[in-house]
């Protein structure tokens, strides 16, 4: 299954269909099929739309050989997070009592992936509404890592399913939501790269919502450059989203190979550095060699702000605020059949009042100013993506949470890019966070670019041949 046409980046497939080496239904077949094969172990996906996708992929093809093509996506398939409206199918967000809940629309981001051509292969699985990093579903189910086919190992969360279908090779991208981390702990663990926007790039109109203050969606794929294609495709002025007016598009692609020769990175503070595993920290530290080597300068960051863990305690706060009032009739009902680690987080928001949802906003405000000026002359700062690698499901403490290294990216509104950057002795990946200032996507993807062409962890894909379900 490893030589076949499943295993190409969204790039590769998109230059092997304009020049008619392959066509989008032999794409589109080469994913059906692996799916067939790993979908009854992996469970990424929640519903797979076969004969939709087969359809797609016929009238796509018979396009393009009409000198019809709508782009380099034409013809191209792509996963969606169980949180995503796609009018006419299931939109469940990882919520059992919602299994058959039908969307009415299709969300603007997904109707920019349709327009330029993309296919659908399905929907993937998520954490009950979004509400958690390790990637569990108590009533849906939880996917399964695949880096580890033994031992069932958290594929990170929310977007689960998403990350699990690309790194599998199920699909060639998806794309996930992240409000606290939940694109790029789910790539770290699962070896493949993830973006995380800023509010107000992608419209997130018709994507059921977590926390609006904070939720932002954003591309998974197995290259900087895939993402990079993905955010154009998706990113531009949405009326019914009125953030999206506030940014001026994020051209990554001008910049993307200028490398990283005269650039200022700021490394992790010392005084954080004991909340990493030890193999964790030895790969953030080649990166950082491997980065000066390259010409960028490693500088300390100026010392000030809050630690890694009380930014995420007010990330919590943040969220279970706003997500409560739209679910109290759900978590309060003892009676449905809820995630229980999902229905503590939600019901923590009945003790947060009004006023300490404003003073926690008010917080973030003074936090978003502070950190503008301890970063000047900084172009962005490096972080592992996650504290550890991959650990067993059966392992994992509900009341606490992976996001450690994530959340403060989100409470300061800005934008972030986890690519692998390598493994552990147990052969489990390993990933690097680019974080740069709202709006400069553009530079994450381009420092992201120049490290995953100087190294080869990129091309590590899971040994999947012959998995049993």
């Excluded at 058959?100 to 969300?107: G, V």
């Excluded at 509400?131 to 695949?146: D, E, F, L, R, S």
């Excluded at 969360?157 to 996930?176: N, T």
């Excluded at 790969?283 to 300068?297: F, I, N, P, V």
Aim: proline share 6%; glycine share 8%; aromatic share 4%.
């Amino acid at each position: 299954m490893s030589s076949d046409l499943s295993a190409l980046t969204v790039q590769a497939l998109s230059e092997g269909v304009v020049a008619r080496r392959f066509s989008p239904v032999d794409v589109v077949e080469a994913c059906l099929a692996r799916i067939a094969a790993l979908e009854p172990k992996l469970q990424a996906f929640v519903h797979v739309h076969e004969g939709e996708a087969r359809l797609a992929a016929q009238v796509a093809d018979k396009a393009i050989r009409a000198g019809n093509s709508l782009g380099p996506l034409h013809g191209i398939p792509i996963a969606l997070k169980d949180l995503i409206e796609f009018k006419d199918h299931a939109t469940a967000a990882g919520c059992a009592v919602w299994r058959d809940r039908i969307s009415k629309h299709t969300a603007t981001l997904a109707q920019k992936l349709l327009g330029a051509g993309m296919i659908v292969l399905g929907k993937t699985h998520t954490v009950e509404f979004a509400y958690g990093a390790w990637g569990t579903n108590q009533h849906m189910g939880t996917p399964w890592n695949p880096w580890d086919m033994t031992t069932h190992r958290t594929p990170g969360g929310s977007s689960s399913g998403s990350a699990v279908a690309v790194a599998a090779r199920m699909a060639p991208c998806a794309i996930g939501t992240d409000t606290g981390g939940s694109v790029r702990i789910p790539a770290a663990w699962c070896g493949i790269t993830g973006l995380k926007t800023t509010i107000g790039r992608i419209s997130t109109h018709g994507v059921l919502p977590l926390s609006p203050t904070m939720d932002t969606p954003g591309p998974i794929a197995r290259s900087v450059e895939d993402c990079a294609i993905l955010l154009v495709a998706m990113e531009g002025s949405d009326p019914l989203d009125p953030l999206t007016a506030l940014l001026p598009p994020s051209a990554p692609m001008a910049s993307l190979r200028r490398g990283v020769t005269g650039l200022r990175l700021a490394r992790l503070p010392d005084s954080e550095r004991a909340e990493f595993d030890a193999e964790v920290l030895a790969a953030y530290d080649r990166s950082l060699k491997e980065l000066a080597a390259m010409g960028a300068e490693i500088v300390d960051l100026a010392p000030g702000g809050r630690t890694l863990r009380e930014s995420g305690d007010l990330v919590g706060k943040i969220i279970s605020a706003e997500i409560y009032p739209r679910l109290a009739t759900l978590v309060d009902d003892d009676t449905l059949p809820l995630d229980q680690a999902v229905r503590v987080r939600v019901r923590a928001g009945a003790s947060i009042s009004p006023r300490q949802y404003r003073d926690v906003l008010a917080e973030r405000e003074r936090a978003k100013r502070e950190f503008a000026v301890r970063i000047e002359g900084i172009d962005a700062v490096l972080t592992p993506s996650t504290m550890t690698p991959a650990i067993p499901v059966a392992s994992v403490d509900q009341s606490t949470t992976p996001a450690l290294s994530t959340r403060w990216v989100n409470f300061l509104d800005l934008c972030a890019l986890a690519l692998p950057n390598g493994m552990t002795h147990d052969s489990l990946p390993t990933s690097l966070q680019i974080t740069c200032r709202g709006g400069d996507e553009a530079m994450a993807l381009r420092i992201g670019w120049a490290l995953e062409n100087a190294t080869d962890w990129h091309k590590m894909a899971p040994l999947l041949d012959n998995v049993k379900g």
